[in-house]
């Protein structure tokens, strides 16, 4: 098993630009969640997804859309980036009964 | 709001020591705990689990010990190698059937050789 991928590893944008983010998971997990981790301020959830076909606001969700529409897949988008979104994104998936969730390796996102 | 936090941003320990990580939380309904390690440039990696109906859970070479009275937790390391130099984070599940953690801001481990 993979785990949880990430596509891309890294990206540089422009103020404005728009991108998506892709998360897979082949674990079968039921939910799958969208963070952001900035120096100092540890893991902050943007969005995060209780099964396929929903969404829900996490912490920080201003600026970006996601969207599940199959199970595996979670997708992170940024319709006009801005240089406050430059982070590492990670997202991750947990199943249905317990809670430990498992991390993908992460994107580097830089908007200039 | 809830929040969980870690006492200290850095600590710095010598090779063969044992090292105490410390966590404090805020909300008392949370009923799960989780210890993650993070290596530079990859994500949050699992090392070990509590539920709030136990005091203690040993894993290998790990110890996480869960004061609710105090709202308190610790990972223990025994032994500390210079393969545990990472940062540590704690995570409190909410409460409600989301899933959702509350992260702590992370605590750099550093082993000296």
């Known amino acids: 098993n993979a785990g949880v991928t990430q596509t891309p590893k890294f990206r540089v944008l422009k103020t404005g630009q728009s991108m998506t983010l892709l998360c897979a998971q082949d674990?079968?997990?039921?939910?799958m969640y969208w963070y952001r981790q900035d120096p100092g301020m540890g893991l902050r959830l943007i969005h995060y997804s209780v099964g396929e076909g929903t969404t829900a606001k996490g912490e920080v969700p201003d600026g970006y859309n996601v969207s599940r529409l199959k199970k595996q897949n979670f997708l992170l988008g940024l319709e006009s980036a801005a240089p406050s979104q430059t982070s590492v994104y990670f997202c991750?998936?947990?199943?249905?009964?317990?809670?430990?969730?498992?991390f993908g390796p992460g994107t580097r996102l830089t908007v200039l | 709001g809830e929040s969980v936090g870690l006492h200290l941003p850095t600590l710095s320990v010598q090779e063969g020591d044992n090292s105490i990580i410390n966590c404090a939380y805020s909300?008392?309904?949370?009923?799960?705990f989780i210890w993650y390690k993070q290596e530079s440039g990859k994500g949050p990696q699992f090392i070990i689990d509590i539920r709030s109906n136990m005091d203690k859970r040993q894993g290998q070479r790990v110890t996480v010990l869960l004061n609710k009275t105090v709202k308190h937790l610790s990972l223990q390391i025994a032994a500390t190698q210079p393969g545990d130099s990472a940062v540590y984070f704690c995570a409190g599940r909410d409460s409600g059937n989301t899933g959702k953690l509350i992260f702590g801001q992370g605590t750099t481990l550093q082993v000296k050789p």
């Open positions: 991750a998936s947990s199943g249905y009964d317990y809670n430990e969730q498992f």
């Open positions: 674990m079968n997990h039921e939910y």
């Open positions: 909300n008392s309904a949370s009923d799960y």
